[in-house]
């Protein structure tokens, strides 16, 4: 099975600052997705960003963007403009493109925003 | 679209009773849902693949008898935690696969969670 790792339990940031949420994986597939989901307090799994491992430009969503480094399988996160309802759990997550719609997911990051 | 609901919200039960949680896809039809377990401050930890019709596939670990799951149709899958322990309190997460959307990547929909509590 793969992994996902993140080595970061907790982070925080000042508000309007930009913060990073690293997160590595291991594989050996060639073509896979690649996720960040936000879990705030209401426990809701909410999607934030997506990338496919085929597509060399870096997925953007607003305020969020990835630093997808395929070869050093590396996957992370940056939110800008950083507000005060980004404060929650952040999980990275893998799904293979062959092998069906399984999820495998990191032990998550929990980001708090200072005021 | 893609609306995945879960019911109940919080349940707590007696010890050695039997809890049956609903998951819900309401605006789609999905033929594979997923259980999810998670403890406080942990991730999500996959239970079983439930595909409409057939038996559930259940990860490495998670007992089959203790932890039922039916899906009869391609909108309700229910999972049932028969002779519930305190060790079996935990948050219960589903999600929902969308096939019309399958060659998108997101075409997992999650639940809002059920938390269990066994007394």
């Known amino acids: 099975a793969q992994t996902v790792t993140q080595s970061q339990p907790e982070m925080s940031v000042q508000e309007a600052e930009t913060v990073t949420l690293s997160c590595t994986y291991d594989?050996?597939?060639?073509?896979?997705?690649l996720f960040w989901y936000k879990q705030p307090p209401s426990r809701q799994m909410i999607l934030v960003i997506r990338q496919e491992a085929y597509k060399q430009q870096n997925a953007t969503e607003n305020r969020f963007s990835v630093n997808f480094q395929k070869a050093a399988k590396s996957f992370s996160l940056k939110i800008s403009d950083s507000q005060l309802g980004d404060a929650a759990m952040y999980f990275c997550a893998y799904r293979s493109f062959n092998t069906g719609n399984q999820f495998y997911f990191g032990t998550g990051t929990s980001l708090t925003v200072i005021p | 679209g893609a609306v995945v609901s879960q019911h109940p919200s919080r349940v707590i039960c007696k010890s050695g009773t039997s809890v049956k949680i609903e998951c819900r896809s309401l605006?789609?039809?999905?033929?594979?849902m997923f259980w999810y377990r998670q403890f406080p401050k942990q991730s999500l930890m996959l239970m079983a693949t439930?595909?409409?019709?057939?038996?559930?596939?259940?990860e490495q670990g998670v007992e089959k008898d203790k932890f039922l799951i039916n899906h009869a149709s391609l909108t309700l899958s229910t999972l049932t935690v028969t002779s519930a322990h305190p060790e079996d309190s935990s948050f219960y997460i589903c999600s929902a696969r969308n096939p019309s959307r399958q060659i998108i990547a997101d075409t997992q929909y999650f639940g809002p969670g059920t938390r269990l509590t066994v007394l």
């Open positions: 439930s595909n409409e019709g057939s038996k559930a596939t259940y």
């Open positions: 605006d789609f039809q999905a033929t594979t």
């Open positions: 594989t050996s597939e060639s073509d896979y997705y």
